[in-house]
């Protein structure tokens, strides 16, 4: 079935180190593909998305490229900051509309 | 404006209790989602509303777990008998609906934690 594989946590990362975590997803069609971002505390919420091969997702210094050749989406950052410290969880939705998760990654960067 | 509220925030029932988990999507999104989010993994499906019909319930695990939306806004999830095993934090989230029935970007509440004892 369709499903969603995550590097799995904890990372600990240094400020301004670079930043990837590994999303590798499994899917009978061609899906759209999301990563949340979970602060301490907070609800999911939408950091970045893309929703057909090779389109790429960015925001707030985030990038992930939609890879259909290696069915993946990793997420990256260039320089990380303390308040960048969250779970993040790569998705994917297909023909329906419910999502499947992955098992999230926790990230916490030190200053 | 506003996003998903969900309450209480927190509940802390009995083995066999019966339990309502409430949802406020964003005002104007037909659709309505539910997920179980157990410790250490991510949120699993439970069921899909559009309007004020399921669409799909498939993720619900048995027929202890049933929700309604009665209005097409606000939405309940209840638990029947409640077992330990159902201690997870139970997301809700609500999108817009395109034209052609896909649904746009989920918007997920804080979620309510329900803790079993």
């Known amino acids: 079935g369709d499903s969603v594989t995550q590097m799995e946590g904890p990372v600990t990362l240094s400020e301004e180190a670079f930043l990837t975590i590994n999303c590798t997803y499994t899917?009978?069609?061609?899906?759209?593909l999301f990563w949340y971002v979970q602060y301490p505390g907070e609800g999911l919420q939408l950091l970045l998305k893309?929703?057909?091969?090779?389109d790429k997702g960015s925001n707030k210094g985030f990038e992930a490229t939609y890879r259909k050749e290696t069915t993946s989406f990793h997420l990256e950052k260039g320089s990380v900051q303390v308040s960048d410290s969250a779970v993040y969880f790569c998705?994917?939705?297909?023909?329906?509309?419910?999502?499947?998760f992955g098992t999230g990654t926790s990230l916490t960067v030190i200053p | 404006g506003a996003g998903v509220s969900q309450t209480p925030s927190n509940k802390v029932t009995e083995k066999g209790k019966y339990v309502e988990l409430r949802c406020d999507p964003i005002?104007?999104?037909?659709?309505l989602y539910w997920y179980r989010q157990s410790l250490g993994q991510g949120p699993e499906f439970l069921i899909y509303?559009?309007?004020?019909?399921?669409?799909?319930d498939s993720g619900l695990p048995n027929d202890r777990f049933f929700a309604v939306r009665p209005e097409g806004s606000v939405s309940t999830l209840k638990i029947q008998r409640t077992e330990r095993g159902d201690s997870a934090v139970y997301l809700c989230?609500?999108?817009?609906?395109?034209?052609?029935?896909?649904?746009?970007?989920?918007?997920f509440g804080p979620g309510t934690r329900l803790t079993v004892l």
């Open positions: 989230a609500s999108s817009l609906t395109l034209g052609t029935g896909i649904t746009d970007t989920q918007y």
């Open positions: 899917a009978t069609g061609y899906p759209s």
């Open positions: 893309a929703t057909k091969a090779d």
């Open positions: 998705a994917l939705i297909l023909d329906g509309n419910q999502f499947y």
């Open positions: 005002s104007g999104h037909t659709a």
């Open positions: 509303f559009q309007g004020t019909g399921a669409a799909d």
